[in-house]
């Protein structure tokens, strides 16, 4: 109360003047919020540090290559003939095939475990994602090294032979020889499909799931049948879940690296032909050469690097953008 | 003020829905091993509006669910009892849900429309998603039958500039009539409304309520409500519920609506009505 009174009180305002009236924090909740956002700030320091890191050694070695270093594909360092331009289309390429396989299976799957799944299958199912997207990268590479590079050889020999003669860039040279079909972007793409779609089922499922239920009833009530109950409500609540999903699984597997890495063989050519052995990928590639390389290679690899990286954020910043734009992504009960 | 009820309508496009007899014989509801309704008996006559009244918990809204088989929706329930409409056993094998809905549509108590969907395309969503949309070549029958939807539901004025307009832009009484014409639309034979005011200001509970007297010669109308002169003023008969504590709903009079609220049998339907508790 002494405290108070003090200080003379103010005096009272005039009825036609503007009163401040934001309110002083107390002193607790100034404190939370400077550590909230001394850590949210820090994220992106450390975002832009990486990227700064990058740009700083990437810089040799973009000196002596300039503008080529993105329309070269050969990489001879040695001869200052090098570019990331092979690497990344392999990279896109690769992740392209792997979206093909993954999004209609994770929407599918994500479809089921949210409207179709009765209660207790829902649980376990959503449990198993989960672990299928816990599951370390590398785990995903032997299998796909070991067991489905193997079973995958007939069936790409199958997509040759069924569909190269109408499309000319399913051909193999070699087509009898199964081994003309091994470390293609095939395998390496659909290897890599097993390791972004239950990513990309997550995402779609939570979305799904979020629904209004007010929604569904409506449109139940008016007799539609449930698939028509999804297309009215569920799918358009969840457009912008399905775009996410299908960019930030984009976004891993064009970062993917123990996958690729094993199942590739490595060739510095335009990869036209995806069922071909031999391909290429940034992130197996700087893999692969960082402990060999030094001076203007290393820096090479550096640049490749921040390639990837703005590629990355590019995709990513774009799926956060569609996300927030949508019904599903405010994730607004209105 | 216009007088609404007055506003002669447009021809019918579409064959109108022939107001049916509804009637629960015995209808008993459980949420797991909870018994939440017991031995439910009540006509709902065609053409005619009975107002379901009672305090909450009562299980009102559960018998209007069972009505149009939304009850099944929630995981775990179950019912015992029937459901007759003009004779035929909605819940009999041979009658698929779907068709039971289509023929006894409902107005939920928070208003919801299909959101990001027009304005025109919300009142139409009905017929499109029993697969009787018109195509692109009747473009014509179907303004005409969002127009009349609409006019019955009494928005037309409000929105016929703004059809294509999404369905969450508007007000929310603006929105519970959408849903009703959207309701209207495909021709039901009754239509259950489950506190359709309960979020509405007092205007938009009056346009409700207009609604409600300008469809009942075309549709049988079960309306929940809490709100007693709201009871009295749009409807025919009554049936008032009443759960006694952890005991299943029940049916204590039911009657015409003059004797529910003027000369009641049950002394607890006399103090419920005359606000003395609930």
């Known amino acids: 109360m002494s405290a108070l009174l003090e200080h003379a009180p103010p005096p009272p305002p005039r009825s036609d003047e503007r009163r401040e009236i934001h309110p002083v924090p107390p002193r607790s909740d100034r404190i939370f919020?400077?550590?909230?956002?001394?850590?949210?700030?820090s994220t992106l320091v450390v975002m832009g540090l990486i990227g700064l890191f990058l740009l700083l050694r990437a810089m040799p070695a973009l000196k002596v290559a300039k503008w080529h270093f993105l329309t070269e594909h050969q990489w001879l360092p040695e001869v200052n003939k090098f570019g990331v331009a092979?690497?990344?289309?392999?990279?896109?390429?690769?992740?392209?095939?792997?979206?093909?396989?993954?999004?209609?299976?994770?929407?599918?799957?994500?479809?089921?475990?949210?409207?179709?799944?009765?209660?207790?299958?829902?649980?376990?199912?959503?449990?198993?994602?989960?672990?299928?997207?816990?599951?370390?990268?590398?785990?995903?590479?032997?299998?796909?090294?070991?067991?489905?590079?193997?079973?995958?050889?007939?069936?790409?020999?199958?997509?040759?032979?069924?569909?190269?003669?109408?499309?000319?860039?399913?051909?193999?040279?070699?087509?009898?020889t199964l081994s003309s079909y091994s470390s293609s972007a095939f395998i390496a793409g659909v290897a890599v499909s097993a390791v972004v779609l239950p990513t990309i089922t997550s995402v779609m499922r939570e979305?799904?799931?979020?629904?209004?239920?007010?929604?569904?009833?409506?449109?139940?009530?008016?007799?539609?049948?449930?698939?028509?109950?999804?297309r009215t409500v569920v799918l358009p609540f969840g457009r912008g879940g399905i775009i996410g999903g299908i960019m930030l699984g984009l976004g891993r597997a064009l970062g993917e690296t123990i996958v690729v890495f094993l199942i590739i063989s490595p060739m510095f050519d335009f990869t036209t032909h995806p069922l071909q052995s031999g391909t290429n990928s940034i992130a197996p590639h700087i893999a692969l050469r960082s402990t060999e390389s030094?001076?203007?290679?290393l820096s090479g690899l550096l640049a490749c690097g921040l390639v990837l990286f703005l590629f990355t954020l590019l995709i990513n910043t774009a799926a956060g953008f569609v996300i927030s734009r949508s019904r599903s992504g405010a994730a607004t009960e209105i | 003020m216009?007088?609404?009820?007055t506003t002669p309508l447009p021809p019918l496009p579409t064959s109108a829905g022939t107001p049916a007899t509804l009637s629960a014989r015995n209808v008993g509801a459980w949420f797991g091993d909870h018994q939440v309704l017991e031995g439910v008996d009540l006509e709902m006559k065609a053409g005619q509006v009975t107002a379901l009244?009672?305090?909450?918990?009562?299980?009102?809204?559960?018998?209007?669910?069972?009505?149009?088989?939304?009850?099944?929706l929630v995981p775990g329930a179950s019912l015992s009892g029937e459901v007759l409409i003009d004779g035929d056993d909605i819940y009999a094998p041979t009658m698929p849900p779907i068709e039971s809905r289509r023929r006894i549509g409902m107005v939920f108590q928070k208003a919801n429309p299909f959101p990001t969907m027009s304005i025109h395309d919300n009142v139409l969503s009905g017929l499109k998603l029993a697969g009787k949309g018109f195509g692109k070549g009747r473009a014509a029958e179907a303004g005409d039958l969002v127009e009349h939807s609409l006019r019955s539901a009494g928005l037309w004025d409000e929105v016929r500039n703004r059809l294509g307009a999404p369905g969450g832009s508007l007000s929310g009484g603006q929105q519970q009539r959408l849903c009703i014409a959207r309701a209207l639309a495909v021709s039901p034979d009754v239509l259950l409304m489950d506190e359709p005011c309960s979020a509405l200001d007092p205007t938009s509970t009056r346009r409700v309520e207009e609604t409600i007297a300008a469809i009942a010669h075309e549709v049988t109308v079960v309306i929940v409500t809490h709100n007693m002169q709201q009871a009295q003023r749009v409807?025919?008969?009554c049936a008032f519920f009443l759960a006694a504590e952890n005991q299943p709903g029940h049916i204590v009079e039911q009657g015409s609506t003059a004797d529910i609220f003027e000369n009641p049998r049950d002394e607890r339907t006399s103090d419920y009505v005359n606000g003395r508790f609930g």
């Open chain 1, 86 to 176: 092979s690497l990344l289309w392999g990279t896109i390429l690769i992740a392209l095939i792997a979206l093909a396989v993954a999004v209609p299976v994770a929407f599918g799957a994500a479809l089921f475990i949210s409207e179709y799944a009765p209660r207790s299958l829902k649980k376990l199912l959503i449990t198993l994602t989960d672990l299928m997207a816990a599951v370390p990268a590398v785990v995903y590479a032997m299998w796909g090294f070991f067991w489905l590079q193997g079973h995958l050889l007939e069936v790409s020999k199958f997509l040759s032979d069924t569909f190269g003669p109408v499309l000319p860039f399913l051909r193999v040279d070699n087509p009898d």
């Open chain 2, 53 to 72: 009244i009672g305090p909450s918990g009562c299980g009102k809204s559960t018998f209007l669910r069972i009505l149009n088989r939304m009850h099944e």
């Open chain 1, 33 to 41: 919020v400077g550590a909230v956002r001394t850590a949210s700030v």
């Open chain 1, 294 to 297: 030094s001076g203007t290679a």
């Open chain 2, 2 to 5: 216009t007088d609404t009820l």
């Open chain 2, 235 to 237: 409807s025919d008969r």
């Open chain 1, 207 to 230: 979305v799904f799931s979020q629904a209004p239920v007010s929604e569904r009833e409506g449109a139940i009530a008016l007799g539609a049948t449930k698939w028509g109950m999804i």
